[in-house]
């Protein structure tokens, strides 16, 4: 079973940096997709950041040059997903999910339904 949790949410002074991590485990497939998204109070849920399994990423605008998205491999089912932020903001201010699927071609990365699975959220608070 794939399971997936994410970590490292908290408070931070706008300006600052968090790292995010998602544990991807019980993963077999060959190949993936992986993604943050997020969704603040009274907004529609976007994606933020997305890595395939060849390495290509993908970036919204508003993260472009402060965001960096990348995995580590632990083994042949066990994956970290990390999201380094810097220069945060308080427009940054969501919970924050994870998402993998194993067939999704990255250029419908933003189409957060169509991933088959996904962890619960960590918050992530950014204060002025």
């Known amino acids: 079973k794939v399971q997936l949790v994410e970590s490292g949410g908290g408070s931070v002074q706008a300006g600052g940096s968090m790292r995010l991590s998602c544990v991807v485990s019980g993963y077999t497939y060959s190949r993936y997709l992986m993604a943050w998204f997020r969704q603040a109070p009274g907004k529609e849920r976007e994606g933020v950041a997305a890595?395939?399994?060849?390495?290509?990423?993908?970036?919204?605008d508003s993260v472009k040059g402060r965001f960096t998205i990348s995995t580590a491999s632990e083994g042949n089912t066990k994956y970290t997903l990390y999201l380094q932020m810097n220069s945060l903001k308080p427009e940054d201010n969501a919970m924050y999910y994870c998402?993998?699927?194993?067939?999704?071609?990255?250029?419908?990365?933003?189409?957060?339904?169509?991933?088959?699975?996904w962890g619960q959220g960590t918050q992530v608070t950014v204060s002025s």
């Open positions: 890595i395939d399994s060849d390495g290509t990423t993908r970036y919204a």
């Open positions: 998402r993998a699927d194993n067939s999704l071609w990255i250029g419908y990365w933003t189409q957060s339904a169509n991933y088959n699975y």
